[in-house]
């Protein structure tokens, strides 16, 4: 099925480090979200963005909704080991027959430097 | 509920059994959505809901995969006649509509031995 195309696909964090990691499409979608998965649950949304060009932030978490409506960002500043996890975007389709669903990327997993 | 409640949390079946996964939506929400997320992927879409009507099952890899949602609340996702293949998270998710942020549950896992 389709998907987005998101890296990186992983990465090691130190506490304290700022992490960027970024979604691209072929397609363009009305709604960016991105999502942070654990192991053995369900993904729980971060941030959501409806608007290209929109920047929102969540606490230490900020993205943003590319002028294309192809893109979309997220940085993390000031990792702490609680945010290893895998982190999800997802475009939301908003017309035809396929109206509100999520299309995901593959995902980056974010585990802690030994 | 407070949260969307899936079961069973484990399923480990023959290959060739059929297997029935349920999902429990937040109370009043009106959309309910499954996914399927194989291994080192993110979610793919299945079908789509809207109270008890089907409205998208374009998702649906094969005819052996069967939803419902008789009452618009509880659904059941049916896999007849299981494949290796099948081996996957089945994650459902509900929101009050269309267009507003889902809640996810914790999902199924299936594993088709």
Redesign the interface.
């Known amino acids: 099925g389709q998907q987005l195309n998101q890296s990186p696909q992983s990465m090691f964090i130190q506490e304290g480090e700022d992490v960027s990691m970024n979604c691209t499409s072929s397609s363009i979608f009305n709604t960016w979200l991105w999502y942070k998965q654990e192991p053995g649950e369900g993904p729980v949304l971060l941030i959501a963005l409806y608007k290209a060009g929109e920047l929102t932030s969540n606490g230490r978490l900020t993205a943003q909704f590319g002028i294309t409506r192809k893109d979309s960002f997220l940085n993390i500043s000031a990792s702490i080991p609680s945010d290893v996890g895998i982190y999800f975007c997802a475009g939301q389709e908003q017309y035809g027959g396929s109206q509100g669903n999520l299309i995901f990327g593959k995902g980056t997993k974010l585990s802690v430097k030994p | 509920g407070a949260g969307?409640s899936q079961s069973p949390r484990y399923k480990v079946a023959k290959r060739g059994q059929d297997v029935a996964l349920r999902c429990d939506p937040i109370s009043g929400h009106v959309?309910l959505?499954w996914?399927q997320q194989a291994l080192?992927?993110?979610?793919?879409?299945l079908t789509?809901f809207q109270n008890e009507a089907q409205l998208?099952k374009?998702?649906l890899p094969s005819d052996r995969f069967f939803a419902e949602r008789p009452e618009g609340s509880v659904s059941t996702l049916k896999i007849q006649r299981t494949q290796q293949e099948d081996s996957a998270v089945y994650?459902c998710?509900s929101s009050l509509d269309?267009?507003y942020?889902?809640?996810?549950?914790?999902?199924t896992r299936l594993t088709v031995v």
């Open positions: 969307v959309s959505f996914y080192g992927q993110g979610p793919e879409f789509y998208d374009s998702g994650l998710a269309k267009g942020g889902y809640t996810f549950g914790s999902g």
